[in-house]
């Protein structure tokens, strides 16, 4: 009886381990993701295997929650003063001019529009990061 016991606890305690460590990684998948957690702020305008291309939009004073963006390139549709408070409380304040072009690496934060204005931007994220590979040998066969 005492080993049916430990059996049926050894069960249970393995079966919650597994669901805590599945609803974990689900959380972070899904947590990351600026269109998931912050569709306000956040809108998917293009998206194909290679790139996705959102179009960001903050009120003045708004602040989104913490997420992530893969390397991106970004161009700012109006100017923006914003603050980007990083996952080790830290924060870096921006200033952007309408028509300003830069790349961003692959960054997780909390960004906040500290102008007195709107902000829009586009921020067009790389998917693949790999370089693509190239044919040393031509696959086209030969004509007769």
């Avoid at 989104?64 to 893969?70: A, K, V």
Wanted: hydrophobic share 35%; glycine share 2%.
């Amino acid at each position: 009886m005492k080993d049916m016991i430990q059996s049926i606890i050894q069960n249970t305690l393995y079966i919650f381990l597994v669901v805590i460590v599945y609803l974990l990684l689900v959380e972070t998948s899904i947590a990351q993701d600026a269109t998931t957690m912050d569709s306000k702020h956040y809108k998917i305008e293009f998206e194909n295997d290679q790139v996705r291309v959102l179009r960001i939009t903050y009120a003045p004073g708004e602040k989104s929650i913490m997420h992530e963006h893969p390397d991106a390139v970004i161009v700012m549709l109006t100017d923006a003063k914003t603050k980007f408070t990083l996952p080790n409380g830290k924060t870096v304040m921006n200033n952007n001019k309408k028509g300003e072009t830069s790349w961003t690496p692959a960054t997780k934060h909390s960004p906040q529009n500290i102008s007195d204005k709107p902000m829009e931007a586009i921020l067009i994220e790389m998917k693949n990061t790999q370089p693509p590979k190239i044919e040393t040998e031509s696959k086209r066969q030969p004509q007769p």
